[in-house]
């Protein structure tokens, strides 16, 4: 599986983003899905995770509330609506895919990974 992340980009406090992470291949519908942030001289943190079918989600505590995972298993896409954003959720997001659905906290235990979209949120 092949991933590539994008809608990211600058955003003033209180404001909203929507990353989308599109998928190659035919068996996206297999993989649960999660996002990751990164920012600078952090370790990479969960964000949010959901399940094959799109009937569970998952969020980090600093999120919860204001994030929302979604998929299309049809277009092969999973988003992360994010609202209410503050200047802390500035990092790099990537998109992942892992096969172990006990795991989905987990970054090592991703599969598969896109290539990361730059969210920068001003006060």
């Known amino acids: 599986v092949q991933l590539q992340a994008s809608g990211g980009g600058s955003v003033q406090a209180g404001g909203s983003l929507r990353l989308s992470c599109a998928a190659s291949g035919r068996t996206f519908s297999r993989y649960h899905m999660g996002w990751f942030r990164q920012a600078p001289g952090k370790e990479r943190e969960f964000v949010a995770a959901?399940?094959?079918?799109?009937?569970?989600?998952y969020y980090g505590d600093s999120v919860k509330g204001r994030f929302t995972c979604s998929r299309d298993n049809a277009k092969n896409t999973v988003y992360l609506q994010m609202n209410s954003l503050k200047p802390e959720d500035t990092a790099v997001y990537y998109c992942a895919a892992t096969s172990r659905y006990s795991s989905i906290y987990y970054a090592n235990e991703y599969d598969y990974w896109g290539q990361g979209t730059q969210v920068t949120v001003s006060s």
């Open positions: 959901i399940n094959w079918s799109g009937g569970a989600t």
